[in-house]
């Protein structure tokens, strides 16, 4: 490990300044997603009797106490925050290259917790944050406190107050589940295709496919749906193969969704529409079951790919299951119908029969939407009870404690 000791002390003046800037983008962050939880959050005390010199919410929270410590040493800091071009800048310092990263996550995840997104955060989401806010703050109160002999060094602002609020609001929520399902929520960059030419082997199946699913953000109409149904259900029975070698289990759900989109293919027949496009769609869709087919007979899938195959399929049943139910709501796609007639004596043995387009009154008289539902959209995902590697490792940290034998406290290290 790098330590800072070993540099010269206007080195470590310099790399602590940075490591002041850094510091201070996170706390700008706890400082914001703190009061994006905390009139969520609940305290594990009872509340006094209603002060009418002071507001309720506020009297005895732990994150109302937290919110504060924050704000103070925020606002007694004497460094500006770390600017766009330190954050996006890595460094050489290991030391300061952690902080850089960690900085550069705060920053980002600004967008996640700007003060209108309250309204979308449940009470256990809200607890999650302040859990996490109150973690990061006992790191940086805990490394405060290790940087102290750093040459021009800046401590933080009612240190241990912060530390204290920090401590109780992490005993406040970790009384009730926390609901990790906010880790899903949130800003993400926006899907692009894939560019250039086809890849090698089965990854070139798996780049059209997922340019299939970002084409589809366009209806197709309903020619241009047909074929990108049918190549869903000729990709997955040619994939079912694989997976049999790999996972039964996959390679029984993949058959389930030949079978549905079997059925939803022989369902569109009887709906038309000629609203939307959908070319590019249908063309990555053809592209996708062309590169399988050339696949040689002994290609091997890998477990990953496998998976990677299985997002994509949910992520696209989804995609097609709106498709359907917005073609029917803006009148895109209309049913045929049968229209009965009389029989006139022309003495011709086989009746033509006669056939329209009407509009769909309902969505759910339409059996392909009826199928979509209950057979072709995802169900909804397992809630998730374990925290990710990142809370683990941050906890590891603040609990570890060196041994004696050769410790050296006052020394910044990771």
């Known amino acids: 490990m790098h330590r800072l000791a070993a540099d010269s002390p206007a080195t470590r003046a310099e790399v602590g300044q940075q ?72 460094s050489s310092n290991d030391v300061v290259e ?36 109150a973690a990061i703050s006992q790191a940086l109160v805990v490394l405060d406190r290790r ?49 250039g030419p086809a890849k090698p082997g089965v990854l070139g199946v798996l780049q059209a496919e997922h340019n299939l699913l970002v084409r589809l953000k366009s209806c197709p109409n309903a020619m241009n749906l047909r074929l990108i149904v049918d190549s869903q259900r000729l990709l997955t029975s040619r994939l079912i193969p694989y997976a049999e070698r790999v996972d039964p289990d996959l390679a029984e759900q993949w058959r389930a969704r030949t079978a549905t989109y079997s059925r939803i293919q022989r369902e569109l027949r009887n709906v038309g529409g000629r609203i939307g496009n959908g070319a590019g769609a249908t063309a990555e869709a053809a592209n996708a079951v062309s590169r399988m087919k050339a696949l040689p007979s002994g290609t091997v899938i890998e477990p990953r790919m496998l ?38 004596g022309e003495g011709r043995l086989v009746q033509p029969v006669r056939e329209r387009f009407v509009p769909v009154a ?20 397992p809630a998730v009870t374990s925290p990710g590697t990142s809370r683990v490792d941050l906890h590891a940290a603040l609990i570890h404690r060196p041994s004696e034998k050769g410790a050296r406290p006052d020394v910044p290290y990771f």
Do not use: M
Request: proline fraction near 7%.
């Open 98 to 133: 952690h902080w850089r990263l960690a900085a550069r996550a705060a920053a980002l995840a600004e967008h996640d917790t700007a003060p209108n997104l309250t309204v979308h955060l449940t009470a256990a989401q809200a607890r999650t944050i302040a859990g996490d806010v």
């Open 362 to 381: 309902r969505a759910a008289d339409l059996e392909v939407i009826r199928t979509a539902r209950e057979h072709l959209r995802p169900r909804a995902e």
């Open 307 to 344: 998976g990677g195959f299985q997002t994509l399929f949910r992520r696209i049943d989804e995609r097609i299951s709106d498709v359907l139910e917005a073609g029917v709501e803006r009148g895109a796609f209309v049913q045929r119908v049968t229209v009965p007639r009389l029989v006139s």
């Open 147 to 195: 940087y102290r002999n750093t040459p021009d060094w800046q401590s933080l602002a009612g240190c241990d107050r912060l530390g204290w609020a920090a401590l109780a609001t992490a005993l406040d929520v970790s009384l009730g589940q926390p609901d990790y399902s906010v880790d899903q929520t949130g800003w993400r960059p926006r899907t692009k295709p894939i560019p």
């Open 19 to 90: 490591i002041l800037r850094f510091r201070h983008t996170l706390l700008v962050w706890c400082a914001q997603a703190i009061g994006v939880a905390q009139p969520l959050t609940f305290p594990n005390i009872p509340q006094k009797p209603a002060d009418p010199f002071r507001a309720t919410n506020d009297h005895g929270a732990a994150a109302s106490e937290l919110s504060r410590a924050l704000q103070l040493a925020r606002d007694q800091a004497t460094t500006r925050a770390a600017s766009s071009t330190e954050l996006a800048t890595p």
